[in-house]
């Protein structure tokens, strides 16, 4: 079955400054890919996604590019604010149910 | 639409006890999931629906889990007898048809004491 690795688990920046998420993922045929971002205490909430026929994606702040021959994908966020603190998964799946990365906690400080 | 709703938000039970989790889905969405959420072990699919139908429940941890959709509208999972190592986050998540967003309810906090 598809296995979704993210790097790195914690990440602390400055405001202002970007954070940049990483997750590779091993099924070659996986074709949906979304990020969550989750506030303490609360749900899952998709911030962003990218389907396979898409090198990149931008809303607002956030970003989202897709390698499909390295079968890697990354969540950028510029501009970080403290809002911006929480924890971010990357998901993949292939017309099955999201398979989640472990997470990264995500500090913004002011 | 209220999103997808869960119930209890909060479990507290003894080792031993049964424990019985909540879904309501979103109306009209065909696939449920429940997962469960601990610091470990992050999201973890236990168990997958489509249109009431388990699919795959090879993320069941045991025995011990079940899990149940008598119609579209609601679903169940199920701990006999709970230990203290089911202490988790439990979610449940629909979507549609299609490869997209799924939506998260509130979850259940389970404690087993």
């Known amino acids: 079955g598809e296995n979704v690795e993210q790097h790195p688990s914690t990440l602390s920046v400055q405001e202002g400054d970007s954070a940049v998420i990483k997750c590779t993922y091993s099924d070659s045929a996986s074709n949906y890919f979304p990020w969550y971002k989750q506030e303490l205490g609360k749900r899952p909430q998709l911030i962003i996604d990218?389907?396979?026929?898409?090198g990149e994606k931008k809303d607002q702040r956030i970003a989202v590019t897709l390698n499909k021959t390295a079968k890697h994908f990354s969540l950028h966020i510029t501009e970080t604010q403290p809002e911006d603190s929480a924890v971010y998964f990357c998901a993949a799946s292939i017309n099955t149910p999201l398979v989640f990365g472990k997470g990264t906690r995500l500090s913004v400080i002011a | 639409d209220a999103g997808v709703i869960q119930s209890p938000r909060h479990e507290v039970t003894e080792m031993g006890q049964e424990v019985t989790l909540r879904c309501k889905p979103i109306s009209g969405h065909d696939y449920l999931f429940w997962y469960r959420q601990t610091m470990m072990r992050g999201l973890e699919l236990l168990i997958y629906?489509?249109?009431?139908?388990?699919?795959?429940d090879s993320g069941m941890p045991e025995d011990r889990f079940s899990a149940k959709m008598p119609n579209a509208s609601f679903s169940t999972l199920k701990i006999q007898p709970s230990e203290p190592r089911d202490s988790a986050v439990y979610f449940c998540?629909?979507?549609?048809?299609?490869?997209?967003?799924?939506?998260f309810g509130q979850g259940t906090r389970l404690t087993v004491v």
């Open positions: 990218i389907r396979s026929n898409v």
């Open positions: 998540a629909s979507r549609p048809t299609g490869n997209t967003e799924a939506f």
């Open positions: 629906f489509n249109n009431n139908v388990p699919i795959d």
